[in-house]
């Protein structure tokens, strides 16, 4: 089994910035992907960014350029730089964590993110 915990989640103005962290403990073994998803209001859950163990990062279209993602495996955590925060940014952001071994994906127990003036 893998716990994520995530923080850093708030309420911030337009144009601010957030850091979100996801500290990750249990079976982490191994090669895997972390990364970042966030769910809004009657929408889907959306993939935001993602970052492979060994380094390679992914990210949607609609953050590219604002939205940072980096890790640190000796602490094992993944975090996310959110710059030039817009209200379209606004919603529940969760951790996740896929293990190639056991081909199964985790989740943490999301953290609100609020953009607005």
């Known amino acids: 089994q893998v716990q994520l915990v995530e923080s850093g989640g708030g309420l911030v103005q337009p144009g601010e910035s957030l850091r979100l962290s996801c500290a990750a403990s249990?079976?982490?073994?191994?090669?895997?992907?972390m990364g970042w998803y966030r769910q809004a209001p009657g929408k889907q859950r959306d993939v935001v960014a993602t970052?492979?163990?060994?380094?390679?990062?992914n990210y949607a279209d609609s953050v590219k350029g604002r939205f940072t993602i980096s890790r640190d495996n000796a602490k094992s955590t993944v975090y996310l730089q959110m710059n030039s925060l817009k209200p379209e940014d606004t919603a529940v952001y969760y951790c996740?964590?896929?293990?190639?071994?056991?081909?199964?994906?985790?989740w943490g127990q999301g953290t609100q993110v609020t953009v607005s003036s």
């Open positions: 970052i492979i163990s060994t380094g390679g990062t």
């Open positions: 249990g079976s982490i073994g191994g090669v895997n992907t």
């Open positions: 996740s964590f896929f293990s190639y071994s056991r081909l199964t994906q985790y």
